[in-house]
Every structure is written in C-alpha cells, then in structure tokens.
C-alpha cells in the first residue's frame, strides 16, 4: 500500500505542476513549438491542458488518501499515462518529432505510468496474497 501512495503522489504533483503551468502560463506550450495566434487558444490551453490536469492532480490526491480508492486512481494513472505516451509514440513515427524536449516528456510519462501500473500489479498481490 505504500507504494501506492507513492505513485500517487507522483503522479497528483505531475499533473499539478503541468497544470498551474498551464492554467497561469499557457504561452509555455510555446516551447514545443505550440503558437498561440488567438485569445481563444490560449483559453484552450487553459481550459484543457490547466483544468483537466487540475482536476487530475485534485483526484490523485484525494484516492491516495483512502485505500478504496489506491485501486481505481492507479488504474486512471497508468491508463491515461501509458495513453499519452502511445499516441506520443505515435506522433514520432507519424510526424518525426523526436526532439529532446519530446523524448523527455514521453520519459517522464511513461516512468509514472509504469509506477502507477507496478503499484497496482504489487497491490493486488497483497490483497489477494500472491
């Protein structure tokens, strides 16, 4: 169970700091070549990018507080992690976009949503005695 709270606490203070970046900054995307021409894509960036990692980070946080909930949030965690980093893969091959800044965030994805998947695997090896 330890573990669990671990993970989940990488992956609520990820996706908090992607999503206060966002929501405050959302000309950031910039780095990565993202160019927001009008008011309203940068409201997106907000919107999608800033709230939805907000309410992510807020949902981690809470599951790590109750052990009823380690099960389903680890599942959401490498789920939605490994998913990002798929269709990341994806990107590379399709659009040849393996820049540094790519590879490391594909990194840093998949390393959380690998954790996430190892703490469920081992939680329910402890439950079920394994």
Do not use: K
């Not at 998913?83 to 540094?100: F, M, Q, Y």
């Amino acid at each position: 169970m330890r573990l669990a709270r671990i993970s989940l606490l990488a992956a609520g203070l990820a996706f908090a700091a992607f999503g206060i970046l966002t929501l405050a900054w959302p000309q950031s995307m910039g780095i990565l070549g993202v160019e927001l021409t009008r008011p309203a894509a940068a409201t997106e960036i907000r919107a999608f990018y800033g709230g939805l990692e907000l309410g992510m980070a807020l949902f981690f946080f809470r599951a790590r507080r109750d052990p009823a909930w380690h099960r389903p949030a680890l599942f959401v965690q490498a789920a939605s992690l490994c998913g990002v980093v798929l269709a990341r893969l994806l990107g590379i091959v399709i659009d040849g976009s393996a820049e540094p800044l790519v590879l490391l965030l594909g990194a840093g994805e998949g390393a959380c949503g690998l954790l996430g998947l190892v703490a469920l695997r081992r939680l329910n090896a402890e439950t079920t005695g394994a």
